[in-house]
């Protein structure tokens, strides 16, 4: 199966650079109890990616109906995942979340799940683990999610908690897309090998619910990300 990005470098001229299109859309989880997904659509929005779990105890009470919303406004969606790689293997994880909403299929308005790997809760912030540690426990989750769906996920970070707990591995930058938080005007510095971002949450608010994203491309490029 072709990557991520060769697939998209065989389509559009979107190869290690920004394209100046894009696309906006949202994240949203069980925090946001309303959401006008119409008004969203009607805005410009095309995207919205929903939370589904965290660790293997948990299940986003809003997910479904979020879900649902997103698909009769004619969003694009998929699911997400809030690691914490000090609870259990990222296999297990990855087994959760596919189990409760992070699947993908491919019907051209599904994207592939993320993983939300960030800052802990608890303020430890690489949840006790090595840098070594924590990319193998990446891996195990995205190779895991791969083996399933055929798809790899993406991956949600901020270039201070990728360079700090992974040691800024490169060990996932040609096959899962990456979706960077920075708040500004800019996306900043690009982490972990990547040549760019696919992704920016760029404002922790969106006008209808939940944080703003950019899809950095066109709307052809994003559908082709959830058509496989």
């Given at each position: 199966?072709?990557?991520?990005?060769?697939?998209?470098?065989?389509?559009?001229?979107?190869v290690?650079?920004?394209?100046?299109?894009?696309?906006?859309?949202?994240d949203?989880?069980?925090y946001?109890g309303?959401v006008?997904?119409?008004?969203?659509?009607s805005s410009?929005?095309?995207?919205?990616?929903?939370?589904?779990?965290?660790?293997t105890?948990?299940?986003?009470?809003?997910?479904?109906?979020?879900?649902?919303?997103?698909?009769k406004?004619?969003?694009?969606r998929?699911?997400?995942?809030f690691?914490?790689?000090?609870?259990?293997?990222?296999?297990?994880?990855?087994?959760?979340f596919?189990?409760?909403?992070?699947?993908w299929?491919n019907?051209?308005?599904t994207?592939?799940?993320?993983?939300?790997i960030?800052y802990?809760?608890?303020?430890?912030?690489?949840?006790?683990?090595?840098?070594s540690?924590?990319?193998?426990w990446?891996?195990?989750?995205?190779?895991?999610?791969?083996s399933?769906?055929?798809?790899?996920?993406?991956?949600?970070s901020?270039?201070?908690?990728?360079?700090?707990?992974?040691?800024?591995s490169?060990?996932?930058?040609?096959?899962s897309p990456l979706?960077?938080?920075?708040?500004?005007?800019s996306?900043?510095t690009?982490?972990?090998?990547?040549?760019?971002?696919?992704?920016?949450?760029?404002a922790?608010?969106?006008?209808?619910?939940g944080?703003?994203?950019?899809?950095?491309g066109?709307?052809?490029?994003l559908?082709k990300?959830?058509?496989?």
């Amino acid at each position: 199966m072709k990557s991520f990005f060769s697939a998209l470098a065989a389509s559009s001229a979107l190869v290690g650079a920004a394209t100046a299109a894009t696309v906006q859309g949202f994240d949203i989880s069980s925090y946001q109890g309303s959401v006008d997904f119409a008004a969203a659509y009607s805005s410009g929005a095309r995207f919205v990616i929903i939370k589904a779990t965290e660790g293997t105890t948990y299940i986003d009470s809003a997910f479904s109906d979020h879900y649902t919303g997103a698909t009769k406004a004619g969003l694009i969606r998929g699911g997400y995942h809030f690691a914490h790689p000090d609870s259990s293997s990222g296999a297990e994880q990855a087994n959760y979340f596919l189990a409760h909403g992070g699947g993908w299929s491919n019907d051209g308005i599904t994207l592939p799940g993320m993983l939300d790997i960030e800052y802990a809760p608890s303020g430890n912030e690489c949840y006790g683990l090595s840098a070594s540690s924590m990319v193998s426990w990446i891996t195990d989750f995205v190779d895991t999610y791969h083996s399933k769906t055929g798809r790899y996920p993406l991956i949600y970070s901020t270039n201070d908690w990728w360079t700090s707990c992974t040691g800024n591995s490169a060990a996932f930058s040609k096959n899962s897309p990456l979706v960077l938080a920075r708040y500004g005007s800019s996306a900043g510095t690009i982490p972990g090998g990547w040549p760019f971002e696919t992704i920016w949450q760029n404002a922790d608010s969106y006008k209808y619910g939940g944080d703003s994203d950019i899809f950095n491309g066109d709307e052809t490029q994003l559908k082709k990300i959830a058509s496989g």
